[in-house]
């Protein structure tokens, strides 16, 4: 009853930048903190940049100062704006929210939704 659909990823050169998207759609009734995430081959997925619904930001210290955060509540969207691209960038990149969802007949859930993830790649 909720998606998140990523756009966005894609091949660039290092020092290249690219700007990710993810849009929440469904039965939302609001949403808490929204976040990217990403895994590369062999590795854990972790946390990069996370937003609360006011606003405040956190990033991972490899991104600090290269990505940023930000959301627009009216399109239930967060994005993720990636400059000074590295090849230890390269990864798949995850969004993840907290959203509460209506469930029908007066009832509502919170819960951790996924999108799909998307490829990004930075060439040395």
């Known amino acids: 009853q909720v998606q998140l659909v990523e756009s966005g990823g894609g091949l660039v050169q290092a020092g290249g930048s690219l700007r990710l998207s993810c849009a929440a759609s469904?039965?939302?009734?609001?949403?808490?903190?929204m976040g990217w995430y990403r895994q590369a081959p062999g590795k854990q997925r972790e946390l990069v940049a996370a937003i609360t619904s006011g606003g405040s930001t956190n990033y991972a210290d490899s991104v600090k100062g290269r990505f940023t955060i930000s959301r627009d509540n009216a399109k239930n969207t967060v994005y993720l704006q990636m400059n000074s691209l590295k090849p230890e960038d390269t990864a798949v990149y995850y969004c993840n929210a907290n959203i509460r969802a209506y469930y029908g007949t007066g009832s509502y859930r919170t819960s951790d939704y996924w999108g799909q993830g998307t490829q990004v790649i930075v060439s040395s």
């Open positions: 469904g039965s939302i009734f609001s949403i808490n903190a």
